[in-house]
Every structure is written in C-alpha cells, then in structure tokens.
C-alpha cells in the first residue's frame, strides 16, 4: 500500500530549497547596486501581475523561487542598496539573516519563559549586554530593579512606556476604569509621529497631547516644557509623561535630555528616551554623549534594526523598573499559569509588551553582536559617520547649497538656495534616475533634503557618486 501523501516538504527537500535561496539571497546582494533603488511599478501592477485564483493544487518550489525574480523583484525598493540614503537605514546582515532563519526554523512561541526558556534567558543577556556596549545606566540591568525586553518597533516601546507613566500617575486605577480627560503628554513638535498614534490608543487623547516648540536646532525647549507642565498642573491636570529624542527622523536633533530629566525628576512625570536610530551611535565611546541625562530616564529605547546590522524587527526596550511596566501590562488566564511563573523566579515577556505572542527575536542580535563584535560594529558605525560629515563639507564648499540643520551624526539635511521647487526638482529626478534614492522634510516650513548614511555596504564611492549625481540634477534644474 503506497504510503499516505502528507504534502510537507520533506527534509531533504528543504535542504535543497534551502540551499537555492540561501544561493538567490547572496546572489542578490552581489548584484544589488545594478537595480534602480526606488521601485518604478505603477500601484496595481503587482498585483496584475499575480493569477487571480490560488492554485488547487502545490507547485514546484523552483518555480515559486523564480517568480520572486520575476513578479515581486521588479515591485522592490531596495532597501539594502548602498545607494539607499532615504528615511533611514534599516540595514541587514549575514548573520542577521541566518539568525532570523534559525529563529524561523525553530518557530518559538516565546510568550511565557516555560514556552522555551532559552528565547527568554538569551534576550535578557543580549539586553544586558548592550547596557554596558552602550553606556547606558546601571538601573537598565535586569540584575537590578530594571531590563530590558525586544519590542517590534520604537512606537511599540514608546507606547509600553505612556501605559505604564499612565498606571503610575493614576496608581493603577486607569487601567480598571479608563481615562477621565486629565492626564497630559510632552513631546516636541519634531519628535516621531507615533507619539501622536500613542495618545490615541491609550486613552489620553489627542487634545492631551503638547507639541512643546524647538530651538534654532530643532532640540525642545526645556523651559517651555517646565512652563507647560507648571501651568497644566494648575489647570488641575495631571502631566504623565515626557518623549525625549536623540536623533529626530526629521533632522537627527538632539533633545537636552539633561535638563529634560531634572524637570521631570521634580515633577514625578515619566521620562522616555526614544534613540529610534541614533542610540547605535553610542557603541562608540566618543559619541556617548548623546546619552547625557538618559540615567534619569524611565524608560529608554534604540533600534538595532535601524543601524546595527539586525534585521527588521528589533526594537531595544529598558525601564528602570520593570515592576511598574509588568504590572500595567499583566493578566494571567488560568490556561498561561505554570510553577515557573508562579515561583517569581523567571520574567515571562509577555508582561513587557501589547501582544501575547513573540518570536525569538534575541538569536538574530545575538549572532549580529557575536560576529561582528565591538571591533565590527564601531569601525562601521564611526566610517558611516565620517562620510557623513564629509559629504555635509561638501554641501558648504558648494555656494548653491546650504546645510538645513546640525550634523551631529550620520543625517545631512540640505537645501539648495534655488528655492522648494528647485529642491523637489532635484529629488524627484535622482529618485526617477534610480541611482539613488532621496526622501525629504519641511525644517522651518522650506522643503529639505535628506541624506542619511547607515546601509551595511555603503562606502565612500558610494556618497562620492551620490553628491556628484546631486550636482548634476541641480545644474539641470537650476
């Protein structure tokens, strides 16, 4: 009797498949810089493209893996171009990739540390680690009152930390019978729109939200905080919560989180410090500075999968005490209790974050850090850096341009003195080029191009052609 077919792929199978897109994947990084970065599909054509009916029966693998080469390729912004300098990075790696795999291939439900303790053992040592690779305060380790936990995203972060600013000032009573129109957040007018999002879903509100005004630099202006949260307190209500930025996605300023920190300090309010991308920078013993204050901070935040070589998604998430954040998050159904919970001895992440479920996120950070080490991760950061600074020296020996903002790191915001037509000009052209790919601000309501270095295989050639396709497009447009 034949024996029943099961319609898996067999192990020997996969390990073929495997193979093949382990070879397509290194194939297309060898041959990435001949794609135009910015996909050139018009909306709809994907999916034109695609048979309208699923198939009733499976189809050969081959032919799956060369539909990625035909149908889905060509609708591809290519993200891990050295060429890529729009938004920001959000830059991959061998290793990352190969942990990423792993992850997948063991399929961990990592939700309870009984679920598979190494998943929650690994991402508290890893999040111990970065503590001391970064500089950060003692108060983050999960060996004192505080630890740390992987997030998908800096909003997931950020929104973990306005609950738990919510539960405290409330002392717990919010999360049993909702807001009551009193409790108020700060950030500036250039932090990260998620902050907006956040208000939302936690209850306060958008008309509980203040945008407090930047300086010259685009940094929030601590003494409007101190006067904003001084006159709501005498309006009766309740300041919670502050964002800090190092590093805006507009501009890359720096709030002064020192200052920042005393007046929340004095004024019982949470402190969150959101390094979305620039925290990476802190691997780096001279650019630690940008954490002046952060030992203050209730909570911090970076994303490895900005500019440390860690696939998407890994946001790194502390709080100072974790006590406060597992007890806004944690509900216990009798089908999640077990000894190990039970017995106190053990974090179960769940607690640490929105959803219940979570994936084994800590094997692809921990193979990125073990691979490429300090040495590995400093030589890129500060080389990155460097060309970023020497692309905004170019800018100012160019008298048709003009620097929007301060070059802190690795974001050089720019205008050409031709005006925003110009500048939308010139951007739209290099993007249509596909040699490279631009995205922009409003800084002091001029449009302002961007250029951030940060991709894993960016070099010098790279920003070298990047400035003079910019010339080229601006004598054209000008």
């Given amino acids: 009797m034949p024996p029943e077919k099961t319609f898996h792929m067999t192990p020997d199978e996969f390990r ?114 970065l503590v001391g690779m970064l500089g950060l305060p003692q108060r983050f380790l999960s060996t004192n009152s ?15 930390a306005l609950l738990a600013a919510r539960e405290r000032a409330t002392n717990f009573a919010s999360n049993r019978r909702g807001c009551d129109g009193r409790l108020v957040a700060y950030t500036s007018t250039q932090a990260h729109s998620s902050i907006e999002k956040d208000v939302q879903v936690a209850g306060l509100g958008l008309d509980q939200l203040r945008l407090i005004a930047v300086d010259e630099n685009f940094a929030m202006r601590p003494a409007t905080l101190a006067k904003q949260i001084t006159d709501d307190r005498r309006a009766g209500l309740v300041p919670c919560f502050v964002c800090a930025t190092i590093g805006t996605t507009s501009s890359n300023a720096i709030d002064p989180v020192p200052e920042i920190s005393r007046t929340c300090r004095d004024n019982n309010v949470w402190l969150h410090v959101d390094a979305a991308m620039s925290g990476t920078a802190a691997l780096c013993p001279e650019f630690r500075h940008i954490h002046a204050g952060v030992e203050l901070a209730d909570s911090y935040a970076f994303n490895p999968h900005k500019w440390m070589f860690t696939n998407f998604d890994c946001d790194c998430f502390w709080v100072a005490d974790r006590a406060a954040l597992i007890k806004t998050l944690s509900i216990l159904p009798e089908y999640l209790k077990n000894k190990a919970t039970e017995s106190g001895a053990v974090f179960d992440y769940r607690d640490w974050q929105i959803p219940l479920g979570r994936r084994f996120r ?23 850096v460097e060309l970023a600074q020497q692309f905004a020296g170019w800018i100012k020996e160019d008298e048709r341009f003009e620097l929007a903002a301060p070059v802190p790191l690795n974001l050089v915001c720019f205008r050409h003195k031709g005006g925003d037509e110009v500048n939308q000009g010139i951007m739209d052209r290099l993007n249509r080029s596909g040699d490279l790919y631009l995205t922009h601000t409003k800084l002091n309501d001029r449009f302002t191009l961007r250029l951030c270095v940060g991709q894993t295989n960016t070099e010098a050639r790279h920003v070298e052609r990047a400035w003079k396709r910019i010339q080229e497009e601006a004598t054209q447009v000008s």
């Fill in 362 to 384: 800590a094997l692809k950070l921990w193979f990125v850090i073990r691979h490429y080490g300090m040495e590995g991760l400093q030589h890129h950061v500060r080389r990155h």
């Fill in 16 to 129: 073929r498949h495997g193979h093949a897109v382990v070879d397509w994947i290194a194939d297309y990084y060898s041959r990435i810089e001949s794609y135009p970065v910015l996909s050139r599909v018009e909306p709809g054509q994907i999916r034109a493209s695609l048979p309208a009916n699923p198939p009733v029966k499976g189809e050969p693998f081959d032919g799956i893996l060369e539909n990625i080469e035909k149908l889905i390729l060509p609708g591809i912004t290519h993200w891990q171009s050295p060429n890529f300098f729009a938004f920001f990075p959000a830059n991959a790696s061998g290793p990352a990739i190969l942990g990423d795999l792993l992850s997948s291939g063991l399929g961990v439900q990592g939700m309870l540390w009984a679920t598979s303790p190494a998943c929650t053992e690994l991402e508290t040592h890893v999040l111990d680690w």
């Fill in 146 to 160: 505080g630890g740390g936990v992987i997030q998908d995203t800096a909003s997931s972060a950020s929104l973990c």
